[in-house]
């Protein structure tokens, strides 16, 4: 075997055309790959983060004719301990009211949280552009959009109208901005007490919302919810379910990526293995002295895969390179009038190890061939047929 070795590192110091072609076959391989994997994982990423990052991932409604969630404290303990994946667990209030503003009037949604939990599903304080959370009963906050509307400032007060004809003066101590334009020009958000004054719902919740660690299984989170619930009349939503046409579009672009990466390892293997096989005919000669003078079928063919080997690790190890440089090149020149990158660049370590290893095999598997047709190569008659 160490013979086999040392005869793969000659020829291919021999050959050095070959060799850097091939290298460069499985370097541009690898950097295709590495790059428009990590672009689509960057992708999905931002996707996800932008739509449902800063959401409820599960919630639990109520189907009851009062709509509002009897015994939620027992709701939210059964739903923290149903799963370790579960991160974060709020009540929520809902309700709608309307806004009061010059000679004008407009539809807004209630939304009282725990403000202490809800900052973490929300990243309410990370958006807050002026102004601060609600410190104390009849405090608001309110969106860009419903703020340019109405004029109002942190310190301005607003005055609320309930379906029930009751109205409410309140407190904005904050502007937000969630970069989604139904939730700045609608949501007045509040803590829970303000929010169950205003709609007179006394002590109870609408909602019960949730974040987990794991999006993507959201749904399963969802049933052992649901099984572990001991109340009645609710129902298990997770966002899944309510965005099936995202799921069908990240569905396609991992299809697309992983039929890209599939075609360009084909493509690669397929010029490796030609490559090689040309060289057992150059190299022919040679390996019938070789088998002349005792070296084995196994040793022969060993040749060719030991230089698979070797040149799908060069080629793997520069391929990383090349496609960290254009990561690096497209986060320069893709980004938005901000100076941000288009799509935001993904290093998954997972997936490069195994681009290189795919690469690695790849040659391995390529070698195969040459090495098959030089192990029923017969010394006599190359000898002989020079």
Do not use: C
């Not at 949501?187 to 919740?205: E, F, P, Y």
């Amino acid at each position: 075997m160490r013979l086999a070795f040392r005869i793969a590192l000659r020829f291919l110091k021999s050959g050095k055309g070959q060799t850097v072609l091939i290298m460069l076959g499985i370097s541009v391989g690898v950097a295709v790959q590495l790059f428009i994997g990590s672009l689509i994982q960057g992708l999905q990423i931002n996707l996800i983060d932008t739509t449902i990052g800063n959401s409820s991932h599960i919630t639990i409604t109520s189907t009851s004719d009062e709509k509002t969630i009897q015994q939620w404290e027992r709701g939210v303990y059964e739903s923290e301990i149903s799963h370790q994946d579960i991160l974060y667990v709020s009540p929520a209030v809902d309700g709608s009211a309307s806004i009061l503003y010059d000679t004008s009037i407009d539809p807004v949604l209630i939304r009282g949280f725990n403000l202490e939990i809800s900052n973490n599903i929300y990243q309410f304080s990370d958006n807050i552009y002026a102004g601060n959370m609600p410190q104390r009963d009849n405090d608001v906050l309110i969106g860009k959009d419903l703020s340019e509307k109405i004029l109002a400032q942190p310190g301005d007060t607003i005055q609320l109208l309930t379906p029930l004809g009751e109205q409410h003066r309140l407190r904005v101590s904050g502007l937000f901005d969630l970069k989604v334009a139904s939730i700045n020009e609608s949501w007045v958000v509040s803590d829970l007490n303000t929010a169950q004054k205003i709609l007179d719902m006394g002590k109870q919740v609408t909602a019960i919302e949730m974040q987990v660690s794991d999006v993507f299984n959201a749904d399963l989170i969802a049933n052992r919810v649901a099984y572990g619930l001991s109340l009645s009349e609710v129902r298990v939503d997770n966002w899944k379910d309510q965005n099936q046409q995202l799921l069908s579009g990240l569905n396609g672009q991992s299809v697309s990526s992983y039929m890209i990466q599939v075609f360009v390892l084909v493509a690669v293997l397929l010029g490796i293995a030609s490559v090689l096989a040309i060289s057992v005919v150059q190299r022919s000669k040679q390996l019938g002295i070789l088998k002349a003078m005792g070296i084995q079928d196994r040793d022969a063919s060993l040749i060719f895969v030991f230089q698979g080997l070797l040149l799908g690790i060069l080629g793997a190890v520069l391929g990383i390179a090349l496609g960290f440089a254009l990561l690096l090149m497209f986060t320069q020149f893709a980004v938005n009038p901000d100076g941000t990158p288009v799509v935001p660049i993904f290093i998954n370590p997972s997936f490069i190890a195994l681009s290189g290893l795919f690469a690695i095999v790849s040659a391995m598997v390529a070698s195969l061939i040459p090495a098959r047709l030089s192990s029923k190569l017969n010394p006599i008659e190359v000898i002989k047929n020079g």
